[in-house]
């Protein structure tokens, strides 16, 4: 299993990139900067911050290690985990004081100054409740909150309703005014709200130019929360925004940003929008698409990830793949041959998930329902993963790579023809899609193939040249651990109480069937043709056919409905002629379907000479 978490670990040689924005703010020299990390869901946007906070860490060299030297204070803002719980604009200004704050303190110097600037953000914290009485009085504002309430009363009052109760009220609303607006007053006289917010700004700046470092600002998942949380923080940053010192990394799909600039700003064109966007990130950096090599290497990682090979083993392997993925542009691949040059003793059951991995990139990569998108890789990874192990907690015997096919067209195919294809499993005799063998036959031979609807899809036929082939598969026990999208509705299923209790006792006991005859007869045709279905599965397992007890079951089968002969004839015809024993003769010779079978025998060259002698001889 893996975890959707953001890495510091580079699996999709995302470092280069990482480093050019470290080298960025490096260069900006103090002056304010601000990036944006675009990219659509999943892509590694998070990872993405995480490498570049590492780059500008590891910009340092030894000096990170020296005490009081860091060049950067970094602060993470994750804008979702506040959306419901506080106002996005007022917690990112004030974990950024706080964050300078306790740097501040523990560096010993700048003490006076944070404080004041944690001061000034009580008063934004204020600010922010302009629409409360206690906080326009607190400022110097209409009181609109308590105006309410006072109003309320002089109303009462005027309207002859005096009584102690009102009394009361105008009393304690008067001492509430006095205790809630004095809490909120700051020691120093507030002037008017565009002055305090350039005294704030002048704070930051101050405490970061005393204490000589760049507040590096990391904003990550803005496009998970709803408009009004997006909008707030943005405001936030732009009360931030070219502050000397600071540079805001800012990750989030673009598109989602400028789809809640548009829904907050209603009637606002789209040519706003756009501006609106670009004045707030300078440099705008786009997390690049996936190819198939990218692909292949990032679940091979991820399969060396969760391997038992040591730390630096693996550490080896994954700095190998991002060399290499930075040559693919001149024809280098990343598959399993290049990662068993950089280790030759890789553990086979590793080789066999590489292996399944180098398949499987080109699919993922073009896949409309994951698009190369490693989140959505990681989960289909982990999908594999836990029905592998349903499998072996239940027992069942299931192919990896078989399972996988199959998961991947459940995620990624038709669900119409996803469903033909279970049904296609639980109606045969074995559990082989039939339907698949012939087109996967001419797809592989890169023949033309027009198929039915709902499978005339062209992902269908990328997935049917995939290995392994499944046309001649046992697909049970695959679809029994996946019926969680897809019921598995076998044929038993859809017998009725004495019909299923017939099977039973046929399957137990076969050589006892004569005696159910008349039971089986009143039961109704279809049911008759469920309970053959499983008389000829189990048949099939039978590798001599002379007088075997399954052969009384089908034959009594067979007389209760003379269609089923028909149905025992032509697997009788189907087994090799090798299996064939004199003994079937005189037990079928009876029965009017055996004349065809008999005819088949004597023409087939594979026949022994005893079982022809005892035909010829039975028709004489």
Same mark, same amino acid.
């Given at each position: ?9 580079? =699996? ?15 260069? $900006? ?58 106002? *996005?604009? *007022? ?12 740097? &501040? ?30 906080? +326009? ?28 109760? *009102? ?31 350039? $005294? ?15 507040? %590096? ?29 600071? &540079?805001? %990394? ?33 440099? #705008?950096?786009?997390? #690049? ?7 292949? $290497? ?8 969760? +391997?038992? !090979? ?23 691949? @990343? ?6 040059? !950089?280790?030759?003793?890789? #553990? ?76 296609? %499993? ?32 062209? =992902? ?41 209790? !017939? ?10 069937? +004569? ?14 043709? @469920? ?51 004199? +003994? ?18 004597? *023409? ?5 000479? #005893? ?10």
């Amino acid at each position: 299993m893996w975890t959707d978490n953001e890495t510091e670990q580079d =699996f999709l040689n995302f470092g280069s990139v990482a480093k050019t924005v470290a080298e960025i703010i490096g260069q $900006a020299q103090s002056r304010p900067i601000s990036i944006g990390v675009s990219g659509a869901w999943g892509v590694g946007k998070s990872s993405m911050i995480k490498l570049i906070q590492r780059e500008l860490r590891e910009s340092l060299g030894d000096k990170a290690l020296v005490a009081n030297s860091n060049k950067y204070i970094f602060v993470e803002f994750n804008a979702w985990l506040y959306q419901g719980y506080d106002d *996005a604009r *007022a917690a990112l200004i004030e974990v950024v004081a706080s964050t300078l704050a306790k740097e &501040a303190e523990n560096r010993g110097s700048c003490v006076e100054k944070a404080s004041v600037l944690l001061d000034r953000v009580n008063w934004f914290r204020a600010i922010k409740l302009t629409s409360s009485s206690v906080a +326009s009085i607190a400022l110097g504002l209409a009181p609109t909150g308590l105006l309410g309430e006072i109003l309320g009363i002089g109303k009462s009052i005027y309207n002859g309703k005096v009584n102690q109760e *009102a009394i009361d009220s105008a009393e304690k609303t008067a001492e509430e005014i006095g205790e809630r607006a004095t809490g909120l007053i700051l020691p120093k006289k507030v002037t008017t709200p565009p002055k305090e917010i350039e $005294a704030l700004r002048q704070s930051f700046e101050d405490v970061l130019q005393e204490m000589g470092v760049t507040l %590096v600002v990391l904003i990550d998942d803005l496009d998970r929360c709803l408009p009004e949380t997006t909008i707030s923080t943005l405001e936030a940053i732009r009360l931030l925004l070219f502050l000397k010192h600071t &540079a805001f %990394v800012i990750a989030a799909d673009d598109q989602m940003i400028k789809h809640a600039v548009k829904r907050h700003f209603q009637g606002v064109e789209d040519e706003l929008v756009t501006n609106y966007f670009d004045k707030l990130i300078q440099v #705008p950096i786009r997390v #690049p698409p996936l190819g198939t090599q990218e692909v292949r $290497a990032y679940m091979m990682l991820l399969y060396i990830e969760n +391997s038992s !090979l040591d730390t630096d083993q693996k550490e080896v392997l994954r700095a190998g793949v991002c060399q290499q993925l930075s040559k693919t542009w001149q024809g280098k691949r @990343v598959d399993l041959k290049f990662l068993q040059g !950089l280790n030759g003793k890789l #553990p086979d059951e590793l080789v066999t998930r590489l292996d399944a991995a180098d398949r499987l990139a080109p699919l993922m990569t073009s896949a409309t329902g994951i698009l190369g998108n490693p989140r959505l890789i990681k989960r289909f990874l982990n999908a594999l993963y836990i029905r592998m192990a349903m499998a072996k907690a239940q027992g069942v015997g299931v192919e990896e790579t078989e399972l996988a096919k199959i998961l991947l067209f459940e995620r990624c195919g038709n669900p119409k023809a996803y469903s033909e294809l279970v049904k296609a %499993v639980t109606e045969s005799d074995d559990g082989k899609p039939v339907l698949l063998h012939e087109w996967e036959q001419k797809v592989r031979a890169g023949n033309d193939l027009e198929l039915p609807s709902p499978w005339n899809e062209p =992902f269908t036929i990328e997935w049917l040249k995939l290995p392994p082939q499944l046309g001649g598969c046992d697909l049970r026990g695959a679809l029994y651990v996946s019926r969680e999208h897809a019921p598995l509705i076998t044929p038993e299923d859809r017998l009725s109480p004495e019909a299923a209790e !017939l099977l039973e006792g046929f399957l137990e006991h076969p050589d006892m069937a +004569s005696s159910m005859k008349s039971q089986l007869g009143a039961l109704p045709r279809p049911e008759i043709s @469920v309970i053959m279905d499983r008389m000829l599965a189990r048949a099939r397992q039978e590798q001599e056919w002379g007088t075997p007890q399954i052969l009384d079951a089908c034959i009594t089968v067979a007389q209760v409905d003379s269609t089923q002969g028909q149905r025992l004839a032509g697997f009788l015809k189907e087994r090799p002629g090798a299996q064939i024993k004199a +003994s079937i003769v005189p037990k079928i010779g009876d029965e009017l379907w055996a004349k065809n079978v008999f005819d088949l025998w004597l *023409a087939d060259e594979d026949v022994s000479e #005893p079982v022809k002698k005892a035909i010829k001889t039975r028709r004489r």
